[in-house]
């Protein structure tokens, strides 16, 4: 038969077509044997049938015909190494199977036990295809031992996903109202300035405390005209309920189950909580459980989420909060220590490390909303909310002027702006805030960098 296209030009188009990337491992008499290949595809749900295709030139195909069964091992982002050590990649490499955590499955192949997901087959037919053979196999048990994201292999390279990016982000400002009551500015002013921010549809918290209730009608007061009470402890006059008339109540930050109840009986839509990466999410239950029968839902912002060494503990952390009912959660990036100071390389947060972290906890929290609060150390943070975006964070903690040592609203809404990133408001509105902040604050430095995390 003549060929209409010759093998080169067939082998390029072929290299366009994006793919996962699996090892199809076997075993039996000869022992346990594996290679790397794309070539696998579902057939059939009812019932459940897969298919790879296997070169009849090579050792696996004698055995796969002779074994009768094969596990397919879809590989995550991070088993590059793994992937080339099957497709035969490093030749001085005698057992593939030392790398790597393998068990046997229902058929006796080798299922990987951190694979990104795996199926354990009987083959049923083998059909001739050209020099292959397609083999197809009755799916015996199949498993997904963790969310994370596929290894990939185009253009005889490999990869992974790169999230576009989005065509809006939302922004919440979680510093600026507690840094004007830490720091004594002028009540009235403080309010009228949140309530700007608010109205432009940039949500505000504010921290539990510092605005009044009115028990015998449960809403947050318009404190105009009056004076709120101080917090015990508090360091300065408390911010100003005028700000929640405009254009409602506010989102609160709360540090207590009892905090959250008398924030839920006054009417408050949301309340945020911060707490450990424990990978138990214990202290959001308690405050989910106080606000149960109110209309108000929790966020739970994760402390120090990005400090190396604590990812697995994350994903734990965002597992138990998804289930335990949580509306929305903020990974919160830790100050640096004393160490960090002029030593990039001592930062929490990088973009690398932030990307491999997003990659997992996106999945993990399988749709539900993933914020993000970043800092500005030696200017990565516009860098991380850039990789942010394209590791699909739709939502951004920051503070005006930098307020709470977070990334300055206004800087993060110009990058948006620049990237073609639409926002709650355009890049020239923030600065007429920051003017009055600075005018609040008569001419002091604002207050980037310097505030405690919640």
């Known amino acids: 038969m003549t060929t209409a296209v010759d093998g080169s030009t067939f082998r390029q188009v072929l290299a366009r077509w994006p793919s996962g990337v699996g090892i199809v491992t076997t075993a ?13 595809s579902s057939v059939s749900l009812d019932p459940p049938l897969v298919l790879v295709c296997v070169d009849r030139r090579l050792r696996s195909h004698e055995l796969l015909d002779r074994n009768g069964v094969f596990a397919v091992n879809v590989l995550g982002r991070d088993h590059i190494g793994l992937g080339r050590r099957f497709a035969g990649m490093e030749p001085e490499v005698t057992d593939r199977f030392a790398e790597g955590d393998w068990l046997p499955g229902a058929t006796g192949s080798p299922v990987l036990t951190d694979a990104a997901a795996w199926v354990d087959c009987r083959v049923r037919n083998g059909y001739p295809g050209g020099d292959h053979t397609i083999f197809v196999g009755d799916v015996v048990a199949a498993c997904v031992p963790r969310i994370t994201s596929p290894l990939l292999f185009h253009s005889r390279a490999w990869g992974q996903l790169a999230d576009p990016l989005p065509q809006s982000v939302g922004i919440t400002d979680t510093g600026l109202a507690r840094t004007l009551h830490e720091q004594g500015a002028p009540p009235r002013r403080g309010a009228r300035l949140v ?8 949500p505000v918290v504010v921290p539990h405390g510092t605005l009044r209730t009115t028990r015998s009608a449960p809403r947050w007061s318009d404190a105009a005209g009056t004076e709120p009470r101080t917090p015990a402890g508090g360091p300065g006059a408390p911010v100003y309920a005028t700000a929640l008339t405009a254009p409602g109540p506010p989102a609160v930050h709360v540090r207590s189950a009892a905090q959250a109840a008398e924030a839920a009986e006054a009417g408050c839509p949301r309340v945020e909580v911060t707490v450990p990466a424990d990978g138990t ?3 959001a239950r308690a405050v989910i459980r106080a606000v149960a029968g109110s209309a108000t839902t929790v966020v739970a912002r994760v402390r120090d989420a990005m400090a190396p060494g604590v990812a697995r503990t994350v994903l734990h952390t965002v597992a138990a909060l998804k289930a335990a009912g949580c509306a929305e959660i903020s990974l919160v990036e830790a100050r640096p ?6 030593a990039p390389g001592a930062l929490d947060g990088s973009p690398l490390h932030l990307r491999a972290l997003l990659q997992d906890v996106v999945p993990e929290a399988d749709g539900l909303p993933v914020r993000l609060a970043l800092r500005d150390h030696h200017g990565l943070g516009l860098v991380n909310a850039l990789t942010a975006m394209k590791s699909g964070v739709r939502h951004f903690e920051a503070g005006l002027g930098g307020c709470g040592g977070l990334l300055p609203t206004e800087r993060l809404v110009l990058l948006c702006s620049r990237m073609g990133v639409s926002t709650p408001v355009g890049p020239e ?10 005018r609040m604050r008569y001419g002091r430095p ?9």
């Open 28 to 40: 039996g008499a000869a022992g346990r044997h594996g290679m790397t290949a794309s070539s696998f």
């Open 195 to 202: 309530a700007t921010v608010r109205a432009a549809g940039i």
């Open 281 to 283: 999410g214990t202290a």
């Open 337 to 342: 220590g004393p160490g960090a100071a002029g």
């Open 429 to 438: 509105v923030p600065r007429s805030w920051v003017n009055e902040l600075e």
């Open 446 to 454: 604002l207050p980037a960098r310097v505030a405690p995390d919640q």
